[in-house]
């Protein structure tokens, strides 16, 4: 099959590099991130078309949080136009279907969405040469970690490997923490093999030719602060509507120096991601310890996992759970409903955060991951993307002071 040139449509020099930076073989993982409109995805799907073209019986994916979404966006408006574009007038080298791209030689690229158990279980269940997960700004960390093991179907010269993009979000998020601090995002410890990362920022000015007359300063340059240092100049920052907009460094303690703690809570929240977070109580101070997340887990294994795996049996907690769990409440230990009443609890806990009583333990990498990023929208709604660390913690701290407490034998 006829591959692409990409001369003619990487348009301008840093859309040229991020082509490079693609094409380097000793990469396993790249990220380009940077401000809207600025050519991200549209490099990336015209890598993997490419590949899809050059290598026969290859099998890629490119998935997003909402399948629907994923659908609307990348799918429709830049993957499906590009393979038009590269094989104009050619529909008899590939065909469309739902969720998917058969080409002639073979060759497959899949879309995916991880917001359903049964998309998931499929995508889980096949295996790959390239994953490309778009907007990862949107994505726990558990996804990757779940996702990339799949990059293992076998072709001769071709490098199997994971594109990420994004429009930045804070500065504490996995993607930031992975390939700007070069950290594991679930230890803190120095990542493994840093040689196979790569990384590239692009911004809507790099793209300019490409936008429409004055995008950048009749759209862009009029969004409210953060949100433009965030589209237009592509930085790492807190989101626009921030929900615990005091929360900052100075909220932020090491292990060694949390007091002895007299009370002890978990929240844990349901779902297909299930995440728990361990609080102490110590006087008018409310520390959050530790936190662990799931995906697709059972009740009774997620209850293991932090009573035995994680060794929080010795704090002797009440586990204050999403009370839409119905019967998974009993397989957790010293379960008890929650208090879901999430305006007040909100209003809770900023209130211990405007007192300098509400620290975190640095290593709660899944609570700092979504903290920055819990927002609300125009119309002041809670924008229910990535929140699940978010749940358990109210639970676990505002349940503690508004829900009676039971004595378990």
């Known amino acids: 099959m006829p591959l692409t040139d990409e001369r003619t449509f990487v348009t301008n020099p840093l859309q040229a590099k991020a082509w490079e930076l693609l094409q380097r073989n000793e990469l396993k993982y790249v990220l380009l991130d940077g401000g809207a409109r600025s050519g991200k995805s549209w490099i990336i799907a015209i890598h993997m078309i490419n590949i899809a073209l050059e290598f026969p019986n290859t099998r890629q994916l490119v998935a997003r949080f909402r399948f629907n979404t994923a659908k609307k966006t990348i799918w429709m408006q830049t993957f499906l136009p590009l393979v038009r574009m590269i094989l104009p007038g050619s529909t008899d080298w590939y065909h469309v279907a739902d969720g998917y791209i058969e080409f002639k030689n073979g060759s497959e690229i899949w879309l995916g969405g991880f917001d359903d158990k049964q998309r998931t279980e499929k995508i889980l269940g096949s295996e790959y040469n390239n994953i490309y997960l778009n907007e990862v700004s949107e994505l726990s960390y558990l996804i990757p970690e779940m996702a990339l093991p799949r990059l293992a179907i076998k072709t001769p010269g071709l490098v199997n490997k994971a594109f990420f993009d994004c429009n930045p979000p804070s500065p504490l998020h ?18 493994k093999r840093p040689e196979l990362y790569g990384k590239l920022k692009l911004n809507p000015i790099d793209n300019i030719d490409n936008l429409p007359d004055n995008y950048i300063e009749d759209t862009l340059d009029i969004l409210p602060p953060r949100a433009r240092a965030r589209f237009r100049d592509g930085q790492y920052v807190k989101a626009e509507g921030v929900i615990y907009e005091g929360f900052d460094e100075k909220c932020l303690i090491d292990r060694d120096a949390i007091p002895v703690c007299e ?18 109580w110590a006087g008018d101070h409310v520390y959050v310890l530790a936190d662990h997340g799931a995906y697709n887990d059972t009740a009774s294994a997620f209850n293991k996992d932090i009573r035995e795996d994680r060794c929080w ?23 008890d409903k929650a208090n879901n009443s999430v305006e007040p609890g909100i209003d809770y806990i900023n209130t ?37 660390y978010m749940d358990a913690m109210r639970y676990g701290i505002f349940s503690r002071v508004s829900v009676p407490v039971q004595i378990f034998l």
């Not at 923490?177 to 120095?190: A, H, I, M, W």
């Open 313 to 335: 049996d010795e704090y002797n907690y009440i586990a204050y759970c999403d009370p839409s769990g119905g019967e998974r409440i009993q397989e957790i230990t010293n379960g």
């Open 352 to 388: 211990k955060i405007e007192r300098g009583e509400f620290h975190v333990a640095r290593g709660c990498n899944g609570v700092l991951m979504e903290i920055n990023d819990y927002i609300r929208d125009e119309k002041e709604r809670i924008v229910k993307t990535n929140d699940h």
């Open 174 to 191: 996995w993607i930031h923490k992975l390939f700007y601090d070069e950290v594991d995002p679930r230890t803190g410890e120095p990542v």
């Open 263 to 280: 009370f002890y809570t978990v929240g844990l929240d349901f779902g297909l991601n299930m995440a728990a977070v361990l609080v102490g």
